[in-house]
């Protein structure tokens, strides 16, 4: 029995979620698209493996980390009896740049309404749905959307994170309103210079303090 | 590297909450109360592992059961690197009733106000925590309750589960309206004979037909 562990790495960039893929150098599954990941060693734990090959095979630092779920069919890879610990992360947009390296012949982020076209490696493909799920679920109940935008954004880039995740059309006078009355974001001092019609549009900022506290006193974040 | 399981099974026995746990006839950690558990096989998943597990160290059967969590700390097992993917399970009250076998000099239901006095073997007492987290935050936006019922109840016994559950005093009128207004409750034609002053009391069922409908249709149960 051997253990893995594999990274569901999630990014927004230009308006579309991605999922960071890298094109495998080695066998088993030579040149196909596959999660970033490997074996788990005797002195880490499985988080400190996760962080540690993502270092390796791409160079990211993730904003947020979640373990997502343990896959363990018998038949999931060729090599043997390997069982993997999922995990899933965030990256905020500026940040989503990689390093090539000799684990990877390519890296590269994959809109995540296209990655069912391609040819996945291993179970990757269900441990990315059920990743794409949680996200999903998450997004409404806890603030870690915010993770995904930089770190000032306009109400309409905010709206349009959660139709683009949520893979919906949410009413948006109602959504900015709910967003709003939850109080959480800051007005910060200036503006973006893209507005709508020319206009320029006010930029906020998430006070994750401020969530904290409200936590504590019983506040439920739910869109 | 070694895998194993581990079961947090929960009932709902005489109004308390109550974790099944195991007196470990063997060493590491003899007679020491402990979850049941064990090695994963190399033909099977860790899910079927677990259930296993439970059949030969209990003998129950779960009304529900769900991954948990995977745990890896260094030196949480004195006998060397063992991961353990952790379950949480749920029996209805008619169902506690459990077989002793030669994996424990004893079996019992804990209640789980007062496990947090007695030693646990290995990291047992963080995964229990764990699950009761889980359970505490689950039973408020997934109808997982009615598995720790017995079919029939009174909105009384409703109430009482949740509020032992989540260990908050819970308005019992508002919390009543919320679940008539759900809908998801059918009234059975018959009463209990233990009602309030002497009176018979309504019994409930759950309509789990209705809720799969109702969430296909967006329905969000949310206590």
Partial sequence: MKLTVDAVVFSYIENQLKVLLIKRAFDPCKGQLALAGGYVQEDETTEQAVLRKLKDETGVNLDYLEQLYTFSDVERDPRGRIVTVAYYGLIAPIKTEFTLNKHASDIGWYDVNDIFSYDLAFDHMKIINYALDRLRNKIQYEPIGFDLLPQYF?????????????????????????????????????????????????????????????????????I
Avoid: H
């Fill in 154 to 222: 306009t109400m309409t880039e905010l709206w349009m994170l959660y139709c683009e995740i949520l893979n919906n059309e949410i009413d948006r006078r109602n959504f900015i309103k709910k967003f709003k009355k939850f109080d959480l974001l800051k007005q910060v001092p200036f503006k973006n210079s893209t507005g709508n019609k020319g206009r320029k549009a006010q930029l906020y900022e998430f006070d994750e303090e401020k969530y904290l506290v409200a936590k504590r006193e019983g506040f439920n974040f739910d």
